[in-house]
């Protein structure tokens, strides 16, 4: 259960860093649009992409936190998890 605590945290904070780094991106992108015309273009992209990895983020945090807690769900969370990542998967494979 250590590793799998572990490895949950770990995709947490990857999952959260990104979302923070899209965040940020799609702030400079909002702000910048009009200086290029091809930059305004991205923007539906990078927000969508923003999305995916909050939400990526907030679904591996519970999971972590169920299964640190040993609450009744934590299996439901980890099958969440495995979800979202296959999501995140397929979200990247068909961009």
Not at 22 to 32: A, K, Q, R, T, W
Not at 41 to 67: E, H, K, Q
Request: glycine share 8%; hydrophobic share 60%.
């Amino acid at each position: 259960m250590r590793y799998l605590q572990t490895l949950n945290w770990v995709l947490f904070a990857a999952g959260l860093t990104m979302a923070v780094l899209m965040g940020v991106v799609s702030l400079i992108l909002l702000i910048y649009r009009e200086e290029a015309a091809d930059i305004g273009s991205n923007v539906p992209r990078v927000l969508i992409t923003f999305a995916v990895f909050f939400v990526f983020a907030l679904v591996s945090g519970l999971s972590s936190w169920s299964l640190q807690r040993r609450h009744g769900l934590m299996w439901t969370g980890q099958g969440a998890l495995a979800a979202a990542i296959f999501g995140l998967f397929f979200y990247f494979r068909n961009l």
